[in-house]
């Protein structure tokens, strides 16, 4: 990627790590200073997209997951439904191929 594409997103982290409310008008400010043009649509949707959220707590839980529910989280109102759904997760293991089944044989 060039540097015009993550200055805004430099900008917006720079703005986070001082404390500083992150708008459109302050990534345009910061990105203007360093010398990097970016059409303003991209500064005011990063700062949308980043209203009302912590950006510290974001980036200290990247990839911690989080985001799917529960094994057992069936609601009640399923009913017979849940006790079918252990059924539908058993998956059929399928066989390894070995060496020989790809074709590797062919180079010994």
């Known amino acids: 990627m060039a540097s015009t594409d993550l200055a805004a997103t430099y900008a917006a982290l720079i703005l986070a790590d001082d404390g500083i409310e992150i708008t459109a008008d302050k990534i345009n400010a910061l990105t203007s200073a360093a010398n990097v043009d970016i059409e303003p649509i991209w500064a005011s949707l990063l700062a949308k997209a980043l209203e009302g959220k912590n950006v510290k707590d974001l980036l200290s839980n990247v990839g911690a997951g989080g985001g ?3 094994a057992g989280g069936v609601p009640a109102a399923a009913g017979g439904a849940a ?21 590797f044989g062919l180079f010994d």
């Not at 079918?84 to 059929?92: Q, S």
């Open 83 to 103: 006790e079918e759904a252990p059924k539908a997760e058993e998956k059929v293991e399928e066989k390894e191929e070995s060496d020989d089944d790809m074709g």
């Open 68 to 70: 799917a529910p529960a």
